[in-house]
């Protein structure tokens, strides 16, 4: 555990130009969006794990739908909180995230990997074509125009990430100058695999021990919220 001065200290130091954040689950918890590990991940007693599969889907096409409704009506009602906004000032920074819920995106920032998807998009299960739908369907589970299911265009647990998605990130995070790895536990992978590829200064911001902790300099135990429009206050300073 680092104290946030300690790393607001290397900052001032480096003065980091390319800015890399990498952002999972708890970046949002502080927007009250669940994240899947934790209190409030659970919906009508099923663990994450057991409906965001394609053999769930396979099985029961409408549980998951009424399961991703839920989560997209309390996306959809949510807002970006101030770690988001503080990210967003840094218009040059890549955000590489495992987010689903679009909020980097309307919180401004512009140069963003969606690693897992976007909630918000669907995809037809025959044809493929992917489209954007974001209020909430009328009939559930919902079909595509040529009849086929349509599911969410997310990446699930046993799903292959794009390669083109993860060389990009993975450059990116090779090359920047520092890395911000905020809010995810670390033990999804290939995701998690990016944080030790990074050769600049390294921060995490989590209010709680994770795995990704050992891959950093500095490991901030507090709340994204809270943290990081200092580190990235500290950042613009530094470059000023
Ligand atoms: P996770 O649920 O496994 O872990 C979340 C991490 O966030 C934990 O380590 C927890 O300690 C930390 N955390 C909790 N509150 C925090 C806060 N206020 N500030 C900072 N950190 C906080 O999430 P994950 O590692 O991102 O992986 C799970 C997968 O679930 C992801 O790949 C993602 O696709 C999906 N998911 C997405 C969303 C979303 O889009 N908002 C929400 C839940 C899950």
């Not at 590990?37 to 659970?42: F, I, Y």
């Given at each position: 555990m680092s104290s946030i001065e300690d790393a607001i200290a290397a900052i001032h130091d480096r003065a980091p130009r390319t800015v890399a954040v990498l952002t999972g689950a708890g970046v949002s918890a502080d927007s009250g969006i669940p994240t899947f590990?934790?209190?409030?991940?659970?919906w009508r007693n099923f663990h994450p794990q057991q409906l965001a599969t394609p053999e769930a889907f396979r099985r029961d096409p409408a549980l998951v739908w009424e399961w991703y409704e839920w989560r997209r009506g309390l996306i959809r009602d949510a807002h970006p909180n101030a770690a988001h906004e503080a990210i967003a000032r840094l218009s040059d920074a890549a955000v590489i995230t495992q987010n689903v819920d679009g909020l980097h995106a309307r919180a401004g920032s512009r140069n963003i990997i969606e690693l897992h998807g976007n909630i918000f998009r669907v995809r037809c299960t025959r044809e493929g074509t992917r489209t954007m739908h974001e209020q909430a369907f009328d009939e559930i589970p919902p079909h595509c125009a040529c009849g086929a299911l349509l599911r969410p265009d997310v990446v699930w647990f046993g799903e292959s990430l794009s390669n083109e998605d993860l060389a990009k990130a993975a450059a990116v995070v090779r090359d920047a100058d520092i890395v911000l790895i905020i809010g995810t536990s670390g033990v999804v992978y290939p995701a998690a695999g990016l944080a030790p590829l990074a050769q600049g200064i390294t921060i995490e911001i989590n209010p709680d021990a994770s795995e990704a902790a050992e891959h950093v300099r500095y490991s901030i135990q507090m709340r994204a919220a809270q943290a990081t429009p200092r580190i990235i206050s500290a950042i613009e300073e530094a470059r000023a």
């Open positions: 590990r934790g209190a409030g991940g659970l």
